[in-house]
């Protein structure tokens, strides 16, 4: 009887071990890459993908450890024949499980915003907060506080709150639900930092001029250009000025300062007290004044060779600008534009 009874528990010891291994193998096949990394990769699920074809796409995104782990989870939990097209947010924090039910649910939990060329980070973290994405003020907090260090073309930034000014790279972004703000800007400086080549560093270093500096100047032919043909021109009074030492005496570097847009500037304006004021100061403004888009980028990369030293909106209001050597002629086209913005704002 005795030996009966120990050769029954022998028994329930051996499946309460295989129970205990089989939990704790299953664990280990379906634990995250990285428990502490929360940073989101927007992953492509196809039409008809199989399992084989999702766990080398979330493998090549880096956010599983292995394909064969993510495929034996997949056969356990069922879930294989039962994924959904669509484009996922993922992170190496998550569990294979937990991937596979984001997948299966169909539901892409993914924001999507458009950023223009040209936005500043007050305008970028207004649009996210009106989005339902993030709130304005812990966007605002999150750029002006974090110095995120990793991406160095940020080591020859401006100091002080605005040192991400002109970085955040003006695109369509599919951003997780629930991204921290810390999360979007990371991803915003990544898009940059893509954007933005060897072949373009080698060409700024070509120029003379820093990558900061293309920046700054690519964001004031960002903010002054309204027509793709003059912004290549606008990039070689910018250049002709500086080589001169002339003030550059751009309307937007002001606009910037006085946080608006004012199709005339009064001279009051043009004396407001700034490191970003090129009326009041030579050479180029303390920093960028919005995040440029790639063809400013590029315009101030390849500025046109001319002897233009000004320019002014064109009085057919159409988006183009006159350009001119001398201050004579700028003179009169100034005085054509103001006539002509008169005529249409009395006629509304």
């Not at 050769?7 to 939990?23: E, R």
């Not at 169909?106 to 973290?125: C, D, L, M, R, S």
């Not at 990793?150 to 629930?178: C, M, R």
């Not at 920093?287 to 101030?300: E, L, N, R, T, V």
Request: glycine fraction near 6%; hydrophobic fraction near 35%; aromatic fraction near 8%.
């Amino acid at each position: 009887m005795k030996n009966a009874i120990k050769k029954a528990l022998l028994i329930l010891v051996i499946i309460f071990a295989v129970i205990i291994g089989s939990s704790a193998l299953l664990s280990a096949l379906n634990s995250p890459m990285d428990r502490t990394d929360h940073t989101y990769t927007n992953v492509t699920v196809k039409e008809g993908a199989t399992t084989d074809d999702i766990a080398e796409a979330l493998k090549d995104a880096g956010v599983i450890k292995s394909t064969t782990r993510y495929k034996i989870c997949s056969k356990i939990w069922r879930y294989d024949g039962n994924y959904k097209a669509g484009v996922y947010s993922v992170s190496p924090s998550m569990s294979c499980s937990d991937i596979a039910k984001i997948v299966v649910s169909g539901k892409a939990n993914v924001h999507t915003i458009t950023i223009p060329e040209g936005y500043t980070i007050k305008q970028t973290a207004e649009a996210l907060d009106k989005a339902g994405m993030c709130d304005k003020d812990a966007f605002l907090k999150a750029a002006r506080n974090n110095s995120f260090k990793e991406f160095d073309f940020l080591d020859d930034a401006q100091s002080g709150k605005n040192h991400l000014e002109g970085y955040l790279f003006p695109s369509t972004y599919q951003i997780a639900v629930g991204a921290s703000p810390e999360q979007i800007i990371t991803t915003m400086l990544d898009q940059f930092d893509q954007e933005f080549t060897a072949k373009d560093k080698a060409r700024a270093k070509k120029l003379g001029y820093s990558e900061n500096d293309i920046i700054i100047i690519a964001s004031i032919i960002e903010r002054e250009a309204q027509t793709d043909d003059d912004r290549a021109k606008i990039a070689s009074v910018i250049y002709n000025r500086l080589d001169k030492g002339m003030k550059l005496q751009m309307c937007s570097t002001v606009q910037y300062v006085l946080g608006k847009n004012k199709p005339i500037l009064s001279i009051a304006d043009t004396q407001k007290k700034s490191p970003y004021n090129t009326y009041l100061h030579k050479g180029l403004p303390k920093g960028p004044i919005c995040s440029p888009g790639k063809k400013s980028i590029q315009a101030a990369l390849y500025p046109d060779h001319t002897d233009y030293l000004y320019f002014v909106v064109s009085e057919k209001l159409d988006g183009s600008h006159n350009f001119s050597k001398t201050e004579a002629q700028f003179e009169k086209d100034s005085a054509a534009y103001a006539k002509a913005l008169e005529k249409k704002n009395s006629n509304k």
